[in-house]
């Protein structure tokens, strides 16, 4: 028997591997010696050499084969220690310092509110933090914490600005805020304070300059709060720019009370140019038509009528005027004027726009699909987030099949959304159903091939299943209140009848 059991087949010698036994002294002793020769000498000289080269290399092949058999049979074999040294994740001794410096500074931004994705991307282009010391800028976020600010919008602001995170800064800051009174108090105006402060390099006492050159002019602290928060370069802004913006709208016909209004609806307004956009603004509105008395009215109406770009207002006047629409969809787009129905599908525009198509297929949008002007804004977004995020389609979609946002989302998006993914989470679907079959198919029809066919479905698909009725836009007995009243006969008018028909007969 052999190494673990087996039988000796080859016997393995530590010099020599062969299957032939040894010679042994009988076979010599037997031989008959021959003189060799002078040729014969270096011939067997040369092969003796060549039988120990081949010796040597089956002694090393033998071996390294008897090393892998034994150590791949052995039971518990083990890796050497020096293998785990090629894949360690732990850094050399030079590099330790600055791995436990950054997981140091994420722990620390984790406290406060940062998620694992935002601190990769945060930590990778701000590599001057780890350079920081942590009880600084622990320090920082401290006071941020302490100013009331929500933590998301600490997250924001430290990483659209990682300036403030300079614990010398925010404790002048702190302190010019406490002198401000009321409107220090405001974390969303200490937010937006703070990021233009640090990057237009603005100290506390020309924040105080700023305060005071508003209160000057006359603002309430309500409208200065909503300005500061909505419009914070205003602190850059020099008192004649301010000035000569709230004279133009005195001009205009606004009165004090009309002019905090704007402010406070509209805060950016006090960042557009007088020459360069506000006066052209106004005279193309002239040139449309319009009166000064509608457009001061509109602009009470919505101030955001000020943003609007020069030229904007004749282009959507422009695709008004050529839809090709039923006329009681007309009718409501056009029922509070042409200036506010321009106003409205500049608005649908800007929100499509906002969610990713650019504003020539805005505009292909609204002159395929009317009705999109008829809802709010609010219901559009609701409609595009459902589409992207539920239905997986991409918003480039719209243009092929803007119907999508001119119907019903309770009434006809989301039931036929539910039983298209319940045919196919059942493989009742033999083709994939787009979004333009989904949508522009009639009730009837899309009931007809996607529900009727298949009972379950009618759950999902409202007043055509048969557990959903009807209501009636009536009370019930409310007929019985139209009916005519039977007149109440007499026996004067029998008599009268009878003699009428005697003489007939």
């Known amino acids: 028997m052999g190494l673990f059991g087996r039988p000796n087949c080859i016997t393995i010698s530590p010099l020599k591997f062969s299957t032939n036994p040894k010679p042994t002294a009988h076979h010599k002793r037997h031989k008959r010696p021959v003189a060799p020769t002078s040729s014969a000498r270096s011939s067997s000289s040369n092969s003796a050499k060549a039988r120990d080269l081949s010796m040597a290399d089956k002694i090393f092949r033998g071996r390294t084969t008897l090393y892998s058999l034994t150590s791949s049979l052995r039971p518990n074999a083990t890796v050497p220690k020096t293998t785990n040294r090629l894949f360690s994740s732990k850094p050399s001794p030079p590099n330790q310092s600055i791995y436990r410096k950054q997981i140091a500074l994420a722990n620390l931004l984790q406290r406060y509110g940062f998620s694992p994705s935002q601190l990769q991307s945060f930590l990778s282009r701000n590599h001057s933090l780890l350079n920081s010391n942590l009880q600084d800028i622990e320090n920082s976020l401290g006071i941020l914490l302490s100013f009331k600010i929500p933590q998301k919008s600490i997250v924001s602001l430290v990483t659209s600005c990682p300036g403030v995170l300079e614990v010398e800064f ?62 914070p370069r205003v602190i850059i802004m ?63 109406r919505d101030p955001r009528v000020l943003g609007m770009e020069v030229g904007e207002l004749s282009r959507c006047l422009d695709l008004l005027r050529t839809l090709k629409c ?121 009931y007809n091939l996607y529900v009727k066919p298949y009972p379950d479905c009618e759950k999902f698909f409202g007043r055509f299943s048969g557990d959903v009725q009807v209501k009636s836009c009536h009370p019930t007995g409310l007929w019985k209140l139209f009916k005519p009243q039977r007149p109440l006969e007499s026996e004067e008018d029998v008599k009268n009848i009878k003699s009428f028909m005697e003489t007939l007969v």
């Open 170 to 231: 925010l404790k002048r800051w702190q302190i010019g805020f406490s002198k401000s009174g009321d409107l220090g108090a405001s974390p969303f105006v200490i937010r937006s304070v703070l990021e233009h402060s640090r990057r237009f390099q603005i100290d506390p006492d020309g924040f105080s300059k700023s305060l005071n050159v508003l209160k000057g002019l006359g603002f309430s602290e309500c409208t200065m709060r909503r300005v500061l928060e909505g419009f």
């Open 326 to 446: 039923r006329e009681p969809i007309k009718l409501k787009i056009f029922g509070d004027g042409e200036f506010r129905a321009g106003f409205e599908a500049k608005l649908r525009i800007d929100c499509l726009c906002e969610h990713g198509l650019i504003r020539r297929e805005a505009l292909k949008v609204l002159w395929k699909e009317p009705r999109v002007i008829v809802y709010r804004t609010h219901e559009i977004e609701k409609k595009i987030e459902f589409l992207v995020s539920t239905m997986g389609f991409n918003v480039g979609v719209l243009v092929d099949v803007p119907e999508y946002l001119g119907v019903s989302f309770e009434k006809q998006i989301v039931p036929r959304y539910n039983v298209i993914e319940y045919l196919r989470a059942k493989g009742g679907l033999g083709d994939e159903v787009g979004l333009k079959d989904m949508i522009k198919l009639s009730r009837r029809r899309f």
């Open 238 to 300: 020099k008192g004649t720019e301010i000035k000569g913006k709230i004279q133009l709208f005195k001009e205009m016909g606004f009165c004090r009370d009309e002019v905090d209004w704007i402010l406070n609806s509209f805060p950016e307004v006090l960042g557009f140019g007088i020459d360069s956009r506000l006066i052209p603004l106004l005279r193309e509105f002239e040139d449309l038509g319009f009166g000064k008395e509608l457009v001061r009215k509109e602009i009470v």
